[in-house]
Nanobody, 125 residues
């Protein structure tokens, strides 16, 4: 079974940075892509970033472009989301998920079958 473990969230002041990690296990082959989603209270889950395993192509939501960077460490089977210049509106539970990433298309929840448990990111003003 595919398992995802997200970590790295926390409380940070506006302008600060965090690195989220998504440790993956149980993959068969290399055909599953990893995405980061986030969900704020009262809001729908939105795709923040994803990386295609086939060509390394990446997607970023407009709201995080220039501030968030997705990367992977194949040796550790871990995908990272580096977040800098964090803003209060970035406050949300962040989830990593495995499925299909097709940049420049936004990742959709319905296209991802495997989910991590979520990690809380809180940005204070």
């Amino acid at each position: 079974d595919v398992q995802l473990q997200a970590s790295g969230g926390g409380l940070v002041q506006a302008g600060g940075s965090l690195r989220l990690s998504c440790a993956a296990s149980g993959f068969v082959g290399d055909d599953l892509d990893i995405a980061w989603f986030r969900q704020a209270p009262g809001s729908q889950r939105e795709g923040v970033s994803c990386m295609s395993s086939s060509d390394g192509g990446t997607y970023y939501a407009d709201s995080v472009k220039g501030r968030f960077t997705i990367s992977n460490d194949n040796h550790r089977n871990t995908v990272y989301l580096y977040m800098i210049n964090l803003k209060p509106e970035d406050t949300a539970v962040y989830y990593c998920a495995a499925g299909g990433c097709f940049p420049p298309q936004e990742p959709y929840v319905q296209e991802f079958d495997y989910w991590g448990q979520g990690t809380q990111v809180t940005v204070s003003s």
